[in-house]
């Protein structure tokens, strides 16, 4: 097979908000405790934090971090996580069935952070709670000092206000599942009182608001009307989730998927348009789609727990998936369809970072690994900064029931041209090598390739473990080259290839 695809320099979606590379951490199995927080690890650090996981975590330089959920907060008080440790109180979640000893709160997650070198992106809880909490803790966090909640802060051991800047407005309240759920009028009522309540605080932040937790949900996309009806101009971002699986062991298909999440975007995209035009607003309201990955394989094992049929264990075992190779191929597809429409997402999160449907697992007592899915999204946070390119690309296709045809080459650039990088992100979808020529146009002449990242693998279920953690791990690619004006490149079946270039 071949496929041609034609990248100029002048030919940009848009600048790639760095924000497109976030992850998510939640108060869930163990992805704080024992993920990210386990005192008495060797690497542990003076606040219990485990050293491994902040060296991975500044490997994959992840520019913000979602906490504290997801469902979870839909019935936390962020005050039980506040304050002298030995006193907090020991809590059921009831999003997860578990007991939370509210050992991490806001202040060590801050501190993690800072390790780290990420921005916070706080949910504040708008299922159980509402307005009054979320403008008491935005107080509390973000306030210098001489008020009530501020200076419970600063008794609390922390002086400088944690400036958080980016807020969401509650987690996927669409969903039946949520404590506190509601109808799009009611949040969107709730969303907009809250958001004027906290700009009244500091008209600087950023706010996210609740778009639809999936494609399939019944109420999308008439959830994003109403919604950003009530809010559109209290807001920055829409959030949008959505998890891919491939429960039918139906590989075409499952690779094919990514297409949905394009079409997700393109349909709230117009929907913003919409009430945009309806509102006759000047200002611009983007997507921020803060949970995205793959999620299934987990499922039947973590049934007991979430029916409720194992008591209330204190961080047991939670969506721990495994990731295999054809996972990676998944994520790569899903962070290019991401920089192709960066023009309208400028916030991702993958869900999650360490533990929890993660490119990064630990061993209580142990060492942590890097699943398949580290590397795809390694390199794009690293690699994927500056413009993103408008590439024609003309190739083969597949076809899959109900999607049609789907394009066997998958590909997204990104041009950093104050560094020089011109960067490919290739992904071979389709069990047929693709015969790849990249015309290069207006990015001068002496461009030479200066790194090729492959990952392969014959075996579409390889996946790495805490026994063999580099079982399916990029290696140096090959068969590609600079020839008379375009990057000549073999992209061999179901494959994953990073090439950079330099002027
Ligand atoms: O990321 C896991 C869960 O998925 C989150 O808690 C929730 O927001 C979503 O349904």
Known sequence: MRATVTAHARFVVSEIDPRLYGSFIEHLGRAVYTGIYEPGHPTADKNGMRCDVIDLVRELSVPIVRYPGGNFVSAYNWEDGVGPREQRPARLDLAWHTTDNNE????????????????????????????DDARNFLEYANHPGGSYWSDQRIANGRNAPFNIKLWCLGNEMDGPWQIGHKSADEYGRLAHETAKAMRAFDSGIELVVCGSSNAKMATYPQWEATVLDHTYNEVDYISLHMYFDNKADDTPKFLAEAIKLDSY????SGVIDFIKAKKRSTKNVYISFDEW?????????????????????????????????????????????????????KIACLAQLVNVIAPIMTVPGG???????????????????GKALDLKVDGPSYHVDELGAVPALDVAAVHDAAAGYLTFFLVNRSGEAIATDISLEGFGQDLAIVEHQLMADADLKAANSAADPEAVVPRPGADAEVRDGKLVADIGAYSYHVIRLKA
């Open 367 to 385: 060492p942590a690994w890097r699943q398949t899915t580290f590397y795809p999204f390694l390199f794009a946070s690293r690699y994927g900064r």
């Open 104 to 131: 991490v709160g806001v202040h060590e997650f801050a501190d993690w952070c800072d390790a780290v070198g990420c921005e916070l992106m706080y949910a504040v809880n708008l299922g159980s709670r509402g307005l």
């Open 293 to 345: 990955n793959v999620w299934y394989h987990s499922h039947e094992q973590d049934r007991k727990i979430l029916e409720g049929n194992s008591g209330w264990p204190s961080a047991p075992p939670l969506l721990e998936d495994i990731y295999n190779f054809e996972d990676a191929l998944q994520v790569a597809l899903i962070i290019n369809t991401f920089i192709r429409r960066s023009n309208v997402v």
């Open 265 to 268: 975007i393109s349909s709230v």
